[in-house]
C-alpha cells in the first residue's frame, strides 16, 4: 500500500532563506507524486506533481521538487522565502488502483516565515 | 469560471440532527470527491464518483451517504450526526481517474455538538 511521510510539522524560515519541506513515499510501483498548499482558512491548491518524467519537477511560485526513487524521497525547495509563502503543505501520493485518482495525504508541515 | 463551490461555509448541528453538503463544479469533471480534514492528519477520502449517478466508498466511509444525480453536483449527507464527524470538509474535482489534478473547493467547517 502506498503511504507518505512528512518528516516535519513545523518549519520556520527567515524571509529570503531557503525553504525544505521533506517527504518520503513508499509504494510498491513507481508512484505520482503531488504537493499541494492550504492558506489559512482556503482549499488545497496544487503546486506540482511528479509523473514519471522529469525527475527535477517546477511548480508554481518559485518552488520545486526533487524525485529519488534511491531515497523513496520528494523534497520540496524555494530558494527564497516570501511572506505569502506562510501555509500548510502537504506531501501526496496517488494510488491509481481501480482506475481513479485516490489521493493518500501525508500529515502536513505548517511552514512560518518570519520578516 | 467558480471552480469548485461548496455551500454551506459554516455549520452548527447536535448530535442525531441530519444535513447535506454541496458541491458543485463548472468545469466539466467526471471525477468528484468528498474528504475531511481533522488536525494533525492529511486528507482522508469519504465517498468518490467516477460520473454521473455513480458513487463509491472510500477510506472513511461510515456515516455519510452520497449521490451525484447530476454531473456538476456532488451532495455529502450525515442522516445522524456524531461528534466524531466535528471537521473540515473538502469537495474536489478531476477531469478524469489516474494523475488528474484534483482541485478543491473552499470547504465546510461543521461542529457537531
Known amino acids: 500500500a502506498q503511504s507518505v511521510t512528512q518528516l516535519d510539522s513545523h518549519v520556520s524560515v527567515s524571509e529570503g532563506t531557503p525553504v525544505l519541506l521533506r517527504c518520503n513515499y513508499s509504494?510498491?510501483?513507481?508512484?505520482?507524486l503531488f504537493w499541494y498548499v492550504q492558506h489559512p482558512n482556503k482549499g488545497l491548491q496544487l503546486l506540482l506533481k511528479?509523473?514519471?518524467?522529469?525527475?527535477l519537477v517546477k511548480g508554481i511560485n518559485g518552488f520545486e521538487a526533487e524525485f529519488k526513487k534511491s531515497e523513496t524521497s520528494f523534497h520540496l525547495t524555494k530558494p527564497s522565502a516570501h511572506m505569502s509563502d506562510a501555509a500548510e503543505y502537504f506531501c501526496v501520493v496517488s494510488d491509481t488502483q481501480g482506475g481513479y485518482n485516490k489521493l493518500i495525504f501525508g500529515a502536513g508541515t505548517r511552514l512560518a516565515v518570519h520578516p | 469560471n467558480a471552480g469548485v463551490t461548496q455551500t454551506p461555509k459554516f455549520r452548527v448541528l447536535k448530535t442525531g440532527q441530519s444535513m447535506t453538503l454541496l458541491c458543485a463544479q463548472d468545469?466539466?469533471?467526471?471525477?468528484m470527491y468528498w474528504y475531511r480534514q481533522d488536525p494533525g492528519m492529511g486528507l482522508r477520502l469519504i465517498h468518490y464518483?467516477?460520473?454521473?449517478?455513480?458513487?463509491a466508498k472510500g477510506e472513511v466511509p461510515d456515516g455519510y451517504n452520497v449521490s451525484r444525480l447530476k454531473k456538476q453536483n456532488f451532495l455529502l449527507g450525515l442522516e445522524s450526526a456524531a461528534p466524531s464527524q466535528t471537521s473540515v470538509y473538502f469537495c474536489?474535482?478531476?477531469?478524469?481517474?489516474?494523475?488528474?489534478?484534483?482541485?478543491f473547493g473552499p470547504g465546510t467547517r461543521l461542529t457537531v455538538l
Open positions: 468545469m466539466n469533471h467526471e471525477y
Open positions: 464518483s467516477v460520473g454521473e449517478g455513480t458513487t
Open positions: 509504494s510498491s510501483y513507481s508512484p505520482s
Open positions: 511528479y509523473t514519471s518524467a522529469a525527475t
Open positions: 474536489a474535482s478531476s477531469l478524469g481517474g489516474a494523475v488528474d489534478t484534483q482541485y
